[in-house]
C-alpha cells in the first residue's frame, strides 16, 4: 500500500511540473564571451558555430570589420564583436569562435567571440535592472547567474538592424 501513494505522489508532482514547464517554456541560450563581457544569445538566432578560420580582408572598413568568410559557398561577413562595442580587438586564440546569424534574419553576417560559455536555459538566470552606460539597443537584458555574475542577453536581429553595424565602409 505505501509504493501506490508514493507512486500517486510522484506521478500528481510529474504533472505539476509538466504543467509547469508548459505554462513557461524555457528559453536555450548560448553563453559567450565578448571581450571581459558575457553574452547570451539565443539559440534560434545563431545558425551555426565555427572555429576562426581564414578571412579575407576588406579593404576601407571599419577596424571592428575582419573581413569576409567563404562558408560553404556563401560569403559572410565577419565582424569582431568585442572591437564594435568597445574598440578593443579579440584575440585570436583556438578558443575564438565565429557566430553565423541564423538565416531567418536574411543577412550573412559572423560574430567573433573569445570564447564558448556553453548552452544554457534562461530560466537559471535572474533577470536584473542594470543602466547600462552604453544604452546598447542590441541589449535585450541583463541577468544574474547562481554565483552573481552579469550577463547581457543580446538582442541579434537589433544588431543586425543597426546603422553603424551595417555601415562597414571608413
Known amino acids: 500500500m505505501a509504493g501506490h501513494n508514493s507512486m500517486k505522489a510522484y ?3 510529474l504533472s505539476e511540473r509538466l504543467k509547469n514547464a508548459t505554462a ?3 528559453v536555450t541560450v548560448l553563453g559567450v564571451s565578448v571581450g571581459n563581457d558575457r553574452w547570451l544569445v539565443q539559440m534560434n538566432d545563431v ?3 565555427l572555429p576562426l578560420s581564414k578571412l579575407t580582408p576588406v ?3 571599419q577596424p571592428w570589420f575582419l573581413g ?3 562558408v560553404r559557398g556563401d560569403l559572410y561577413g565577419i565582424t569582431d564583436l568585442a572591437a564594435f562595442f568597445t574598440g578593443d580587438a579579440t584575440p585570436r586564440s583556438l578558443k575564438a569562435r565565429i557566430l553565423l546569424a541564423s538565416p531567418q534574419f536574411g543577412v550573412n553576417s559572423g560574430l567573433l567571440v573569445s570564447k564558448m560559455l556553453g548552452i544554457r536555459s534562461l530560466a537559471d538566470f535572474e533577470p536584473v535592472e542594470e543602466a547600462d552606460k552604453e544604452a546598447l539597443l542590441c541589449v535585450a537584458g541583463y541577468y544574474k547567474d547562481k554565483e552573481g555574475q552579469l550577463w547581457r542577453e543580446l538582442n541579434l536581429r537589433e544588431l543586425l538592424r543597426d546603422k553603424k553595424f551595417m555601415q562597414i565602409a571608413v
Open 59 to 61: 579593404a576601407l572598413t
Open 47 to 49: 545558425g551555426e558555430v
Open 11 to 13: 506521478q500528481l508532482e
Open 24 to 26: 513557461s517554456p524555457s
Open 68 to 70: 569576409a568568410a567563404n
